[in-house]
């Protein structure tokens, strides 16, 4: 099956400079490449999402990259704000398949220093 | 709307007990699951079900058991509680389109002691 690796597992920055949290995977079917927020106590909620067929995807300060032929995938977060604490989570699936789920990594610990 | 809701949000249960915990989302959603979320390890599937009367066997299924009777719900059953299903258990569901946003239950605190 599917594994995904995560790092850095914390991360702290200053506030409005930029964070990188990579993750690389195993499946070289997964097709599709999310990733989560979750603040403490409460659900994992999706921030941004990247298919195979792109290699870049950028919404406001936040974007993923992807490249196939290494099978890693990044998640960059610029000008950082305190709201931006939390832990992220990326994750992997054969979404051409799609019903047996999303394969997370262990999550990154976001922190962002005032 | 209220999306994913998880009953109940906390439970401490003895070892030995059971209890089921019940996932309902109002969506009309095909696909639902069940995730277990432990510190340092992300979020693990358990079971997940294709459709209502099917279920299929995750990650670490061991210790748990599902039933998806009605197409909104999804139960995830403990027959005997272990300190090891201590963790916070996560229901999401979404629909059956390739690569279709998976949305969370809040999720539900478990201690078995």
């Known amino acids: 099956g599917e594994n995904v690796e995560q790092h850095p597992s914390t991360l702290s920055v200053q506030e409005g400079d930029s964070a990188v949290i990579k993750c690389t995977y195993s499946?070289?079917?997964?097709?599709?490449f999310p990733w989560y927020k979750q603040e403490l106590g409460k659900r994992p909620q999706l921030i941004i999402d990247i298919r195979s067929n792109v290699g870049e995807k950028k919404d406001q300060r936040i974007a993923v990259t992807l490249n196939k032929t290494a099978k890693h995938f990044s998640l960059h977060i610029t000008e950082t704000q305190p709201e931006d604490s939390a832990v992220y989570f990326c994750a992997a699936s054969n979404s051409g398949g799609g019903a047996d789920g999303l394969t997370f990594g262990k999550g990154t610990h976001l922190i962002i220093q005032p | 709307n209220a999306g994913v809701t998880q009953t109940p949000k906390f439970r401490v249960l003895k070892t030995g007990q059971s209890m089921t915990l019940l996932c309902a989302q109002d969506?009309?959603?095909?696909?639902m699951y069940w995730y277990r979320q432990d510190p340092g390890m992300g979020l693990r599937l358990i079971h997940y079900s294709v459709g209502e009367g099917t279920t299929a066997k995750g990650e670490v299924p061991d210790g748990y058991n599902v039933s998806r009777l009605k197409k909104q719900n999804f139960l995830l059953g403990l027959e005997s509680a272990a300190p090891s299903q201590t963790s916070v258990y996560f229901c999401?569901?979404?629909?059956?389109?390739?690569?279709?946003?998976?949305?969370f239950g809040q999720g539900t605190r478990l201690t078995v002691v």
């Open positions: 499946d070289s079917a997964s097709n599709y």
């Open positions: 999401a569901s979404r629909i059956y389109h390739p690569g279709a946003e998976a949305f």
């Open positions: 969506m009309n959603h095909e696909y």
